[in-house]
């Protein structure tokens, strides 16, 4: 044959590990390093009150500790909202990007309680059946923020029946914060890889405006009041 059609190259596929130890363009390298240093400077408050909470009990300080998991819920809450407000940043940044990155499924092994395992399953089933990877990427978004969100409502409420003495069952409570407290980290390492997965496909002429929806003050969000119960010790 004179002619031949000549084939269209075979669509290279990305992988997560890629974008993960590829470097960063500077402007970009600077969001994402700023971006998660705030997120870890949250994280490490947050870990430091809920740590010093643990000593105390162990020390039989019981006034003491139930003051510190009260100051931890507060600071867990901050946390979490941080973390909701970036992954609706990434959301909202993402529909005006042809190109968002591949993804991959949360796995329930890597987390410890029955909410956040449960969340990462269904990810894991939407993953597969979902057919393209703008379509999982915006669900795992969503997942991860429903997930930090229901994480965040059941810590405030352990550390808050703890804190008032409400609770009837405390030393469940205190089990809990610490399995929460994982996998709130847990979920925070999955928004980081996918933080920098989406710098490296986001548009450099859109930068300056994801990063301008980063600092915009987050709106105070509303916790749902829980129930008074009877009082015992902690």
Known sequence: MLFRRKRKPASVRRFVSDDWIAALPREKAQLFEATVRRWESAYAMMSVSLDEAFSLRARGELVCARQQVSMTGELHDRLASTLIDASDAMADRGRHVSDVPTVEPLKPNFFRGDTAQSAASWNGILHHVLLSD??????????????????????IDASAGISDGSSVQPGVCWKSLDSLHYDVSTCLRELEVVMKCFLRALP????????????????????????????VSA
């Open 134 to 155: 703008r379509s999982r990427f915006f669900h795992k978004l969503r997942i991860l923020s429903d997930t930090v969100d229901r994480l965040n409502h059941e810590f």
């Open 204 to 231: 450099a002429d859109q930068v300056s405006v994801f990063s301008r929806r980063l600092e915009t003050p987050i709106a105070p969000r509303k916790t749902r009041s829980r129930p008074r119960l009877t009082r």
